[in-house]
């Protein structure tokens, strides 16, 4: 068999470009299914990605299908014949199926019997004759939301195309693509280069798109050149660019010939928020913010532009002039603010609805400040700061730079406090009420931010959960699921004393009579417990574990972390099997013995050796342990508990639990209700696997 290089490009109008990488992806994912499912030997599949086009290139693809043989079995040889030795219905049926006769098929001896069977052998394709459909396949099952057509054509794609190149080696592949005719013809750059050439080989792709028509192809290598050129551009102005990794991507997604290019703007405009500034730059045009060594917005941006222009510096004069009314926009609304205190706007919050049962989002401001300042006094925080800044957390909502620029909500807050006088605490945790905003955002700074974050979340769990609209499937439309995870982050990894149900309790009092839901505060606890158990095992805690702890039904989540990793470590001791294993036979004599357990042992019935050893420790450690349980040692608790296994396991193997004598027995039974009791004052470890 020979070996070539295959190759595709769909050449397109603009592709939308947060999607550019996925479709391509998506395509060589697609083709390489193909390809294997028609059992077609490969190198690798290569993806290529611009603005215009979507391409595939595929090194050394076999040239024919390889030879293959079906075996087809038919009914059992006692199903095949009647008793003259005639064929079946069910025989010559099978038979008519495999285009045989039923004497031409074969008889195969299995562990079940004898068989009919027949081998069909196929010869393998030549690849040519298959890579259109394959690419056809490919191209239906790309990722596209909303297809379109276009003039007058039936088909749909993601964007009307205008060629299709198939090349395998040398040779033209033939087919009909998106109904147009495969050819060599490949275009350029919209401005530069070669508008249209032909190619006459597979493997001078993607180099001679690059050389004539001043496209580069390769997805990863433009956004390698933006990357690079951006951060020494930036480094000339002893700063650094601001490339997120989202920006890059589209930015990488918009151009065919990357040209990095620096711009400034007027430095008045950093009087005005830097985020309102960074949202105009990265949002609506698409540019780099510049920053110095201390994080301060440089008067500087770096953008890319799609042409090697003769003159530069006229490119770099037209988006000055492009950008420069749009900041001024956030400058007018800015000092258009700075004009009112932002106490001032509360009012207009009645205007604002939060959700029609539950009122404004005035409403909602009270709420915060009465149970961000119960928070803050559970948590030591300063109650008059913490009850300020939730009266305050929403009125930047109603704010001309908040309307303009949704993304600034609670920064523009923070900036109006201070210019208003508010405290520093005050400020800080007007723009923290919404951390963490994502996974892995850091928390709230301070314990008033905290009390702030936490009472805003706990108000819409309350609220919403209050009048039914819990989330379903993926439906989350108040992200209660986010809102949930955050309180716990916050109050576990800030070592929080905080009870969920006591914070629960708390917030729904606060709605008065406007919640329908009976049950919900134990909805809400309920779901936030639900939370533990995915967030702690996406952190990689064991399943029974988390399950062990949860038993217990703990509503402290600082105080469920350290159980769980205080079972996590006493998983790693030498005595943790055998005690789970001995937890287990405890749970199981304790719920048949359908009984009245005494909560007492009474030590005149206790025999000498392994039952009085047992009975000694369990009194000695009950009472040495009670400390740790109080102050949430419970790692310590448990090796401690460790040094049951040799009295627990001699116990078991001299002691009949279930005497004849009914005072013996039932003392016996004390006696385990004590041991269990130990253990679950931790967690459940009875349902700790091996």
Not at 572 to 598: D, F, G
Request: hydrophobic share 40%; proline share 4%; glycine share 6%.
């Amino acid at each position: 068999m020979m070996q070539k290089t295959f190759l595709v490009e769909i050449g397109t109008e603009e592709l939308p470009p947060k999607s550019l990488r996925t479709l391509a992806q998506s395509f060589a994912a697609n083709f390489i299914e193909q390809l294997d499912n028609a059992n077609l030997e490969h190198g690798e599949v290569l993806w290529y990605a611009s603005p215009r086009r979507l391409a595939l290139k595929v090194l050394n693809l076999n040239d024919t299908q390889p030879d293959s043989q079906i075996v087809k079995r038919g009914p059992a040889v006692s199903a095949a014949f009647d008793q003259a030795g005639n064929p079946t219905k069910a025989a010559e049926g099978w038979a008519r199926g495999c285009g045989i006769s039923v004497d031409q098929a074969e008889r195969v001896q299995t562990d079940k019997g004898e068989w009919l069977s027949y081998t069909q052998y196929q010869k393998g394709q030549a690849v040519v004759d298959l890579l259109c459909d394959m690419v056809k396949a490919s191209l239906s099952k790309l990722p596209i939301p909303k297809p379109m057509r276009w003039a007058a054509r039936q088909v749909e794609f993601i964007r009307p195309s205008h060629t299709v190149t198939m090349l395998y080696g040398d040779e033209l592949v033939p087919g009909t693509i998106l109904d147009i005719q495969s050819d060599r013809i490949i275009r350029g750059h919209r401005f530069m280069g070669e508008q249209e050439f032909t190619i006459d080989h597979a493997d001078q792709y993607p180099d001679i798109l690059e050389q004539r028509g001043k496209v580069i192809a390769d997805y990863d290598k433009r956004k390698s050149i933006i990357k690079q050129q951006a951060q020494e551009a930036a480094a000339k102005l002893n700063g650094k660019a601001d490339l997120t990794e989202s920006l890059l991507e589209e930015v990488s997604s918009l151009v065919e010939w990357p040209v990095v290019l620096t711009a400034k703007f007027e430095e008045r405009f950093l009087d005005v928020p830097a985020e309102s500034l960074v949202y105009t730059m990265k949002g609506d045009q698409k540019y780099f913010p510049v920053y110095d060594n201390q994080g301060k917005l440089l008067p500087n941006f770096i953008f890319v532009a799609n042409i090697e222009s003769k003159d530069p510096q006229v490119v770099i004069a037209g988006n000055e002039k492009v950008v420069r009314p749009r900041l001024a926009d956030a400058e007018f609304f800015y000092k258009t603010d700075l004009k009112q205190r932002l106490e001032d706007r509360l009012p207009r919050l009645e205007t604002v609805l939060f959700q029609q049962q539950l009122g404004t989002v005035k409403d909602k401001s009270l709420r915060i400040e009465a149970l961000a300042g119960y928070i803050a006094e559970q948590i030591g925080a300063d109650v008059a700061k913490a009850k300020r800044a939730g009266k305050l957390t929403k009125c930047d909502l109603v704010t001309n730079t908040v309307f303009e620029f949704p993304e600034t909500q609670g920064i523009m807050g923070r900036y109006l406090a201070i210019k208003d006088g508010e405290s520093i605490e005050v400020a800080t945790a007007i723009e923290e009420q919404y951390k963490p905003r994502f996974s892995g955002d850091e928390l709230p700074s301070t314990n008033v931010s905290c009390a702030v974050s936490i009472a805003e979340k706990m108000d819409t769990l309350a609220g919403i959960f209050g009048i039914g609209q819990h989330p379903k499937g993926d439906k989350d439309p108040f992200a209660l699921r986010r809102a949930a995870i955050g309180v716990l982050r916050i109050i576990v990894e800030k070592s929080l004393p905080l009870d969920l149900l006591d914070l629960t309790n708390y917030a729904t009092s606060l709605y008065g009579d406007k919640l329908n839901n009976k049950n919900v505060v134990t909805d809400i606890v309920s779901f936030m417990q639900g939370r533990f158990r995915a967030w702690y095992q996406e952190l990689g805690f064991a399943i029974d574990t988390i399950q062990a702890v949860l038993a217990l039904n703990p509503t402290k989540p600082a105080d469920f972390d350290a159980r769980i990793k205080a079972v996590t470590h006493f998983r790693t001791l030498p005595e943790a099997s055998s005690l789970a294993e001995a937890n287990k036979r405890v749970s199981n004599i304790l719920s048949k013995a359908q009984v009245q357990i005494p909560d007492t042992i009474n030590t005149a019935l206790l025999e000498a050796g392994a039952e009085g050893e047992l009975a000694k420790q369990v009194v000695i450690l009950n009472d040495k342990l009670a400390p740790y349980f109080n102050e949430g040692r419970y790692q310590d608790a448990l090796v401690e508990l460790s040094s049951l296994k040799s009295p627990v396991d001699e116990f078991f193997a001299s002691v009949m639990v279930m005497a004849d004598d009914e005072k013996i027995k039932l003392n016996r039974l004390a006696l385990l209700k004590k041991l269990q009791n130990l253990f679950l004052k931790v967690a459940d470890i009875s349902l700790l696997q091996a």
